[in-house]
């Protein structure tokens, strides 16, 4: 048989060959055996080649995703909407179907405004960085965008990307210019709408959280399938031809800022101070004012009864009131009795007081 087919190919170059004559002549050999084998064993062999050939080709549909990935399956060229996940798997082989496989919960990076090289060098990307503030001065921004795969079936095919050989990023996926060109926009929209102390000093977190909502919906806009985990400002700084003067008037500022707030503490030290000196005053003021008040009213009252009692009896009330007036001023002198009997001397008159001694 081998020799029958070898003889239809070793025909002379320049004569044409008639294709049905070459399948009649191959199925005549067939038809005749198959090297000993009966014509009925030959019409099984061919079925039996086609039928392995297929289990093998459909064998090769067999795929295995890893935990730290996910599967997208094409099938005839169309995404089919499946995303596989950790296991075993088959889907159509090749031409029919294929099977794209990434890593989602890798945590990606992306330098916007410096490159880092081989061994942490750093290498500065000035177009990428060189920016204009709300108030229109320049300023060198870099910075750091921490993201990763939400959507494999809109990361893989909704964007068209040239890829960006530098990063080393393939061609068809948004990691390369489509995610630097909206981070650089989101970016400088962020800080054309802030002074540069804002960006250089006190608002840094607000121009990082900005940027990363303008990013993340500039993404979604483009259907890309990326979450922005975290954006990170690195070096903010002026550009070098003006950097001394505007670190100049960036300490000036901070001394500005430490004498300020060496006030705002000495007020808070002395303002409770002085609020409890003025509320001390205030309250034994009023403790001596309610003290007199009483004290005047309790006297005001005395007076009344006794100016009742008076003019009930005006004798008595006399008597009564000279006597007590006595009570009260005598125990505080040193009282001696004059006996007319004794020529005048002053003779003491009991021992009144137990320091007093007779004087003759």
């Given at each position: 048989?081998?020799?029958?087919?070898?003889?239809?190919?070793?025909?002379?170059?320049?004569?044409?060959?008639?294709?049905?004559?070459?399948?009649?002549?191959?199925?005549?050999?067939?038809?005749?055996?198959?090297?000993?084998?009966?014509?009925?064993?030959?019409?099984?062999?061919?079925?039996?080649?086609?039928?392995?050939?297929?289990?093998?080709?459909?064998?090769?549909?067999?795929?295995?995703?890893?935990?730290?990935?996910?599967?997208?399956?094409?099938?005839?060229?169309?995404?089919?909407?499946?995303?596989?996940?950790?296991?075993?798997?088959?889907?159509?082989?090749?031409?029919?179907?294929?099977?794209?496989?990434?890593?989602?919960?890798?945590?990606?990076?992306?330098?916007?405004?410096?490159?880092?090289?081989?061994?942490?060098?750093?290498?500065?990307?000035?177009?990428?960085?060189?920016?204009?503030?709300?108030?229109?001065?320049?300023?060198?921004?870099?910075?750091?965008?921490?993201?990763?795969?939400?959507?494999?079936?809109?990361?893989?095919?909704?964007?068209?990307?040239?890829?960006?050989?530098?990063?080393?990023?393939?061609?068809?996926?948004?990691?390369?210019?489509?995610?630097?060109?909206a981070t650089e926009a989101s970016l400088r929209q962020v800080?054309?709408?802030?002074?540069?102390?804002?960006?250089?000093?006190?608002?840094?977190?607000?121009?990082?959280?900005?940027?990363?909502l303008m990013l993340q919906e500039m993404l979604n806009s483009?259907?890309?399938?990326?979450?922005?985990?975290?954006?990170?400002?690195?070096?903010?700084?002026?550009?070098?031809?003006?950097?001394?003067?505007?670190?100049?008037?960036?300490?000036?500022?901070?001394?500005?800022?430490?004498?300020?707030?060496?006030?705002?503490?000495?007020?808070?030290?002395?303002?409770?101070?002085?609020?409890?000196?003025?509320?001390?005053?205030?309250?034994?003021?009023?403790?001596?004012?309610?003290?007199?008040?009483?004290?005047?009213?309790?006297?005001?009252?005395?007076?009344?009864?006794?100016?009742?009692?008076?003019?009930?009896?005006?004798?008595?009330?006399?008597?009564?009131?000279?006597?007590?007036?006595?009570?009260?001023?005598?125990?505080?002198?040193?009282?001696?009795?004059?006996?007319p009997e004794n020529e005048g001397n002053l003779l003491q008159?009991?021992?009144?007081?137990?320091?007093?001694?007779?004087?003759?």
């Amino acid at each position: 048989m081998k020799s029958k087919i070898l003889s239809l190919f070793q025909q002379r170059p320049q004569q044409e060959i008639d294709l049905d004559e070459l399948f009649e002549k191959i199925k005549s050999s067939f038809s005749g055996g198959f090297g000993g084998f009966s014509p009925q064993i030959g019409r099984f062999f061919i079925p039996g080649i086609l039928l392995a050939l297929i289990l093998v080709w459909a064998a090769t549909g067999l795929y295995r995703v890893e935990p730290s990935e996910q599967a997208a399956e094409k099938l005839l060229g169309s995404f089919t909407n499946n995303l596989r996940g950790p296991g075993l798997h088959w889907f159509w082989p090749a031409p029919i179907g294929q099977v794209q496989k990434e890593v989602v919960t890798e945590t990606k990076r992306l330098e916007v405004g410096f490159r880092t090289g081989p061994g942490g060098a750093i290498q500065d990307v000035g177009e990428e960085a060189l920016m204009i503030t709300g108030d229109l001065n320049l300023v060198d921004v870099q910075l750091i965008v921490q993201y990763r795969i939400g959507d494999l079936g809109a990361y893989l095919y909704n964007v068209d990307d040239p890829g960006s050989p530098d990063r080393e990023i393939r061609e068809g996926v948004p990691d390369g210019l489509t995610i630097l060109d909206a981070t650089e926009a989101s970016l400088r929209q962020v800080v054309g709408q802030r002074s540069v102390d804002d960006i250089l000093t006190t608002n840094k977190e607000a121009v990082q959280t900005d940027t990363l909502l303008m990013l993340q919906e500039m993404l979604n806009s483009y259907e890309t399938g990326i979450d922005v985990l975290e954006v990170r400002l690195q070096n903010v700084r002026p550009p070098d031809e003006v950097r001394e003067d505007f670190d100049d008037v960036v300490r000036a500022r901070v001394d500005k800022e430490s004498v300020i707030n060496a006030a705002l503490a000495y007020e808070q030290d002395q303002l409770p101070k002085a609020r409890g000196d003025a509320e001390k005053v205030t309250n034994a003021a009023q403790a001596y004012k309610e003290e007199r008040i009483l004290k005047a009213t309790g006297e005001a009252n005395r007076f009344s009864a006794l100016l009742g009692e008076y003019e009930k009896s005006k004798e008595v009330t006399r008597q009564r009131l000279y006597l007590e007036a006595m009570e009260e001023v005598l125990p505080g002198v040193k009282k001696y009795v004059l006996d007319p009997e004794n020529e005048g001397n002053l003779l003491q008159f009991l021992p009144l007081n137990e320091s007093s001694s007779t004087t003759p």
